[in-house]
């Protein structure tokens, strides 16, 4: 695209790549530690890419949420993750070439070579809560959450500072090459892990399908719900999970920080369509040992319960021994992944601008300290995940409210010419009506399920963009040579990836059919 080409600066990675290289044979420091610490160098492969995404993104609050959803509501849960995989398939196709050719370090940094400063920092300090209050918090959580039930004499806060302490320092140690390559180990560890698990519950029905669907609520065994269903309605499915899916997987900084560190746009595709296919495994692997525990369980206190209960109830001891090292590998490949990216988004969004006269080696080690700050902060908030009703709902509830209108600017700055004050302005409309929104909810205005209220605030988001666009007129300073994107005039995926993606896409569209 001619325009997204100027505003972005985009550099041909080769090149990139070869004038880096030549400054490290000149002995010039081009960044070696800042950005081997925050992008690995870039020379991520399509293995470690694809695994580290899934492991990152299968995390202990999934493997602890998933179940308990299933339990409580049934399989429609499962609707986040095969939305995840088309959303995935559309990043490898439209979203990865540009990402990589833009050679950014940050999402943000993106919003800011294509809108403002203003709206670089506006994404990072949201970026940075969520990925402090959610993903961090509710990994550590998570992980004090089993290993209470295997060790019943732990306490809630001191487990999650222990966790939080060991991640912290390896993740320091090693930056995100150290995370991606543990990822891949954690992502095998993990799938293994989840099948034997589903293998022995399984067990408990013979091995029958049939006995399985004649112990189960028919509803809990449906993926697409009726509009009134209190779990997920189709609605949401249809308008709120691609919504929540595009901002998780492409502008969440911990996991878009894969796509980044990887050596090419095709490599960077190829990964992204192999995490899309490891998307598909939950269903089976997470959901229908929940569901499947609504038959063995009936009594449980809190549906984050289930899957500890499943291991301690139903794994002998080396299986047990095994699913709980994919439970601590899980919450291991949240945390260092949150505390990598956050740490990023603080130096290169905030410091780096302020300070340019600080060396690489300067900069990584405030990134190595700010890890310490962030996990210390993450600790300290997890105990209070416990005051809610589900680790699952706490996730998706906070998303729904607070992503949509980001996702909306961000399409809206590589789809369309809007200018730069437009966009922060539509920003601030978007979120102002989301907080409405969450007032509402919590006292009693209205009931709409909050998947629909993320549909709902991205269409505002666009509605408030598009009048602001209006009223500003040239005063936002539009100028087509920068601010305009032509999507058909940017870089595309290579022929294997976009076959790639459609071959996933029908995929997806069977296994919904046959659960519908």
Not at 133 to 154: E, Q, R
Not at 303 to 324: C, H, K
Not at 327 to 335: G, K, N, P, T, Y
Request: charged share 15%; hydrophobic share 55%; with cysteine.
């Amino acid at each position: 695209m001619d325009g997204v080409l100027a505003c972005l600066r985009l550099r041909n990675p080769r090149r990139v790549r070869a004038r880096r290289d030549h400054r490290r044979r000149a002995g010039v420091a081009a960044s070696p530690d800042s950005e081997e610490l925050f992008l690995a160098g870039r020379s991520l492969g399509v293995g470690v890419v694809g695994l580290s995404l899934f492991a990152s993104n299968i995390s202990s609050t999934t493997m602890i949420g998933l179940p308990g959803a299933a339990w409580a509501s049934g399989i429609s849960g499962a609707n986040y993750e095969w939305m995840a995989a088309l959303v995935l398939a559309f990043i490898a196709v439209f979203i990865a070439p540009l990402m990589i050719q833009a050679q950014v370090t940050t999402i943000p940094e993106l919003f800011g070579r294509r809108f403002s400063p203003a709206m670089r920092a506006y994404l990072s300090v949201v970026t940075l809560f969520l990925s402090l209050v959610l993903d961090t918090a509710g990994s550590l959580y998570a992980g004090a959450l089993v290993l209470k039930l295997f060790f019943p004499d732990l306490q809630l806060a001191p487990t999650c500072a222990a966790i939080a302490l060991f991640a912290g320092l390896y993740t320091a140690a090693g930056g995100l090459r150290a995370v991606a390559y543990t990822d891949v180990v954690q992502a095998l560890v993990l799938l293994v892990g989840s099948l034997i698990l589903t293998i022995l519950v399984f067990g408990e029905f013979g091995y029958s399908w049939s006995a399985v669907v004649d112990r189960v609520d028919p509803e809990k065994l449906s993926l697409i719900r009726p509009l009134d269903d209190p779990a997920l309605p189709w609605l949401g499915t249809l308008i709120g999970l691609p919504v929540l899916g595009f901002y998780y997987w492409t502008m969440n900084q911990y996991v878009s920080q894969r796509l980044l560190g990887a050596r090419d746009a095709r490599t960077a595709g190829r990964g992204a369509l192999l995490a899309a296919t490891l998307k598909l495994l939950p269903l089976f692997l997470m959901v229908f040992p929940g569901v499947m525990a609504t038959a063995l369980y009936t009594d449980l206190a809190r549906p984050d319960t289930v899957f500890p209960r499943l291991v301690a109830d139903y794994a002998p001891v080396g299986a047990a021994g095994l699913i709980l090292a994919a439970l601590l590998a899980a919450i291991m490949s949240s945390v260092d992944s949150t505390l990598n990216s956050a740490s990023t988004l603080i130096t290169v969004d905030f410091v780096q601008p302020r300070r340019p006269d600080l060396q690489p080696q300067q900069l990584a080690r405030l990134g190595r300290i700010l890890i310490f700050i962030l996990v210390a902060l993450a600790a300290i908030w997890a105990p209070m995940i416990d005051r809610f009703p589900g680790l699952f709902a706490y996730l998706q509830q906070t998303f729904a409210y607070v992503t949509p209108p980001l996702v909306a600017v961000f399409l809206l700055g590589l789809y369309t010419r809007i200018g730069a004050r437009a966009a922060l302005y539509g920003t601030l409309c978007g979120h102002g009506v989301s907080a409405l929104a969450f007032v509402g909810s919590l006292t009693g205005w209205h009931d709409v399920h909050f998947t629909i209220v993320a549909g709902l605030l991205f269409a505002v988001t666009v509605v408030a963009c598009g009048a602001w666009h209006v009223i500003l007129g040239t005063r936002d300073g539009l100028v087509d040579a920068q601010l305009a994107t032509r999507v058909r005039s940017a870089p595309k995926a290579s022929a294997d990836v976009r076959l790639g993606a459609m071959v996933l896409a029908a995929v997806t569209a069977v296994m919904v059919w046959l659960f519908r």
